[in-house]
């Protein structure tokens, strides 16, 4: 079955980094486009940043462009979200996502809380 586990958030102060880690199993990797989102308390699911099944193209939310850089590992069945310059607004739960057989599917997700 197929399985998402988030890792790598955790309390940052403002201007801070952290790099989330999103390891899969149970469908074939490098052939999927991944994506990141978040929801912070009181607001929808939003999404964060893709990223296509070779790595070779990206996309970004324009909140989040030129501070956060979305990676994979086809090896190693993992995705990587490297959050740089954070900022309190983005506190929210991250999720990695993707869509298997017409089914959308989500890791249990890691919180990121940007607080001084």
């Known amino acids: 079955q197929v399985q998402l586990v988030e890792s790598g958030g955790g309390l940052v102060q403002p201007g801070g980094s952290l790099r989330l880690s999103c390891a899969a199993s149970?469908?074939?990797?490098?052939?999927?486009?991944m994506s990141w989102l978040r929801q912070a308390p009181g607001k929808e699911r939003e999404l964060v940043a893709g990223?296509?099944?070779?790595?070779?193209?990206?996309t970004y939310a324009d909140s989040v462009k030129g501070r956060f850089t979305v990676s994979r590992d086809n090896d190693k069945s993992t995705v990587y979200l490297q959050m740089d310059s954070l900022k309190p607004e983005d506190t929210a739960v991250y999720y990695c996502?993707?869509?298997?057989?017409?089914?959308?599917?989500w890791g249990q997700g890691t919180q990121v809380t940007v607080s001084s």
């Open positions: 149970g469908f074939t990797f490098r052939l999927y486009f």
């Open positions: 990223i296509t099944n070779a790595g070779k193209r990206t």
């Open positions: 996502n993707v869509k298997w057989n017409g089914n959308n599917y």
